[in-house]
T-cell receptor, first 116, second 114 residues
């Protein structure tokens, strides 16, 4: 089954403790992206990647890192999490960039992160 | 820079009533437009998209949207809603052939009551 898989679904951690949220897709998509969803703010893009070893900042990259060493995986790293990073995170992928013709995003089921 | 505004944060309706969820965007260049739906505790699913051609776009579950270039709008409609349509709906825009950014609106919570 074609899908985007995020792990874990839920994560509670403390301020300053490094964590990684994994994202994997099995559709051979070139484009992958991370969003955070906060009430009243919709989804805001954190980082995206147009191919292996190519990553770019989205609108809210501060406090996050990503890597794209292989096509299927796009982990999100929080080196020193803070309470303002408490949010619902989504990974998404598409065949080409979203601005390409007919390349809609496929989303994972989300990771709810709480930083205390 | 492009932006998306969803004019209603919450829309309560009764079952079998029609509904319209409003979306306006701002961009000086050509865009692609999308509506996504998020059911409780799930990720987002594509509902429909406007890429080119006919301005009336039909999607899944009986939804449709109309692209209005002069009013820079892409409103979502359904003539008769069901309880199962209760979800959050997001409008999104990207610039044609210009990179990897997809900008989402703030979301509209559709609540269908019996």
């Amino acid at each position: 089954e074609a899908q985007v898989t995020q792990n874990p679904r839920y994560l509670i951690t403390v301020t300053g403790k490094k964590l990684t949220v994994t994202c994997s897709q099995n559709m051979n998509h070139e484009y992958m992206s991370w969003y955070r969803q906060d009430p009243g703010l919709g989804l805001r893009q954190i980082y995206y990647s147009m191919n292996v070893e190519v990553t770019d900042k989205g609108d809210v990259p501060e406090g996050y890192k990503v890597s794209r060493k292989e096509k299927r995986n796009f982990p999100l790293i929080l080196e020193s999490p803070s309470p303002n990073q408490t949010s619902l995170y989504f990974c998404a992928s598409s065949l080409n960039t979203p601005s390409s013709y007919n390349s809609p995003l496929h989303f994972g089921n989300g990771t709810r992160l709480t930083v205390t | 820079a492009q932006s998306v505004t969803q004019l209603d944060s919450q829309v309560p309706v009764f079952e079998e009533a029609p509904v319209e969820l409003r979306c306006n965007y701002s961009s000086s260049v050509s865009v692609y437009l999308f509506w996504y739906v998020q059911y409780p505790n799930q990720g987002l699913q594509l509902l429909l998209k406007y890429l080119s051609g006919s301005t009336l776009v039909k999607g899944i579950n009986g939804f449709e949207a109309e692209f209005n270039k002069s009013q820079t709008s892409f409103h979502l409609r359904k003539p008769s809603v069901h309880i199962s349509d209760t979800a959050e709906y997001f409008c999104a825009v990207t610039l044609r052939n210009q990179g990897g950014k997809l900008i989402f609106g703030q979301g509209t919570e559709l609540s269908v009551k019996p």
